[in-house]
């Protein structure tokens, strides 16, 4: 099992729709679970973390974090074209260094 | 604010080539690390420092060396570049370890032919 899994797409959704992306993690005592952000050709941004089970929100991004199940999502509302790009799920290992685990991404195309 | 710096944007590198990656940050993190990302692989990390003078291997870091210079600065070293060393490179940086998010520089395009 992969420490960090996300369904690669591509995602497809259209314009205004709900977006929702998912990601499983194989580490019950991971603490910090964070989504990034990657448009085609650039760097990884930095969109939310999440420490506590439940949703946490953020203008049109919510994050929602299930540690008993293991999985965590991030709902995108209202998917504008300019959200087309891959997200990147991370999680952080538990002991020793806490250095996160990237998932592979998750390609979410926004059509109009 | 500059963020993340990472120096040169691309590079072709003919086998057994040795350079250097550079990477500064102006943020005033405590920890820095350099990532590789290959299509269909993801990002691995390759080295981190979780403090200035301190630096350990991460996922990927056979044929790779890395120097903390201060606390600004983490640079990466490619002794003698292997096609399989073809990849994007990434620094980034956080605030400290394991806590936040990190920070990602532009990163460095790097053929090896």
């Known amino acids: 099992q992969k420490e960090v899994e996300q369904n690669s797409g591509p995602l497809s959704v259209p314009e205004g729709a709900i977006a929702s992306l998912n990601c499983t993690y194989s580490?019950?005592?991971?603490?910090?679970f964070f989504w990034y952000r990657q448009y085609s050709g650039k760097s990884p941004e930095l969109i939310m973390f999440i420490y506590s089970n439940g949703d946490k929100e953020d203008g049109r991004f919510t994050a929602q974090l299930n540690k008993a199940s293991q999985y965590v999502s991030l709902l995108i509302r209202d998917s504008q074209p300019s959200d087309s790009a891959t997200y990147l799920c991370a999680v952080n290992k538990s002991g020793g260094s806490y250095i996160p685990t990237f998932g592979r991404g998750t390609s979410l195309i926004v059509h109009p | 604010n500059a963020g993340v710096t990472q120096t040169p944007k691309f590079q072709v590198l003919k086998t057994g080539q040795s350079m250097t990656l550079q990477c500064a940050q102006d943020?005033?993190?405590?920890?820095m690390y350099w990532y590789r990302q290959d299509p269909g692989m993801g990002l691995r990390l390759i080295y981190y420092s979780a403090s200035e003078g301190t630096t350990d291997k991460g996922e990927v870091p056979n044929g790779y060396n890395v120097s903390r210079l201060n606390k600004r600065e983490f640079s990466l070293r490619l002794e003698s570049a292997a096609p399989s060393q073809t990849s994007v490179y990434f620094c980034a940086s956080s605030e400290r370890q394991g806590v936040y998010g990190y920070t990602f520089g532009s990163g460095t395009r790097l053929t090896v032919v």
């Open positions: 580490d019950r005592g991971s603490q910090s």
């Open positions: 943020m005033n993190h405590n920890s």
